[in-house]
């Protein structure tokens, strides 16, 4: 059986060293758009395997996530009625859609790109995340990045 992500908030001083390295690579690739990945990991001291090993696995956590634009990366079966069903969770979340882009399935799985605005009334997006990752047919959801 296919295990599903979890999400924990801890505190920086729980997260183990390479990951707190990833994330300050990945900020430095960010801030210095000419910066390769190697650089970047040599500056903050990690090897480049590391940070492609973690990079998709931590983001720095905001308290102020409102008003910010989250991109999903959603790998789902080619099934009738399950991108409407993913949609439908995120309006009862309240994020507001942005952009949806769903690639063309190959052997029955697409995937979707799927960006959303977190409102003020949006609820726990973490939860929605969760949700979605729990649904019936939907293989994974990465969040790809938060702007």
Do not use: C
């Not at 390295?21 to 970047?40: D, F, I």
């Not at 697409?110 to 977190?118: D, G, M, N, P």
Request: net charge neutral; proline share 2%.
């Amino acid at each position: 059986m296919e295990e599903k992500s979890k999400y924990f908030v801890v505190k920086q001083k729980a997260v183990p060293e390479v990951l707190l390295k990833v994330v300050e690579a990945k900020r430095l690739l960010e801030s210095e758009r000419a910066m390769t990945v190697q650089e970047a990991a040599d500056k903050v001291g990690i090897s480049r395997s590391s940070f492609y090993k973690y990079k998709d696995d931590i983001l720095p956590f905001y308290d102020n996530t409102k008003g910010k634009t989250i991109t999903l990366v959603v790998q789902m079966d080619d099934v009738q009625g399950l991108l409407s069903d993913l949609l439908h969770v995120v309006a009862l979340y309240k994020a507001n859609i942005l952009t949806i882009h769903q690639s063309i399935p190959v052997n029955g799985i697409a995937t979707l790109t799927l960006s959303v605005e977190v409102r003020s009334d949006t609820g726990n997006v973490s939860r929605m995340v969760e949700d979605m990752e729990e649904m019936k047919g939907i293989h994974y959801v990465k969040i790809l990045a938060r702007e």
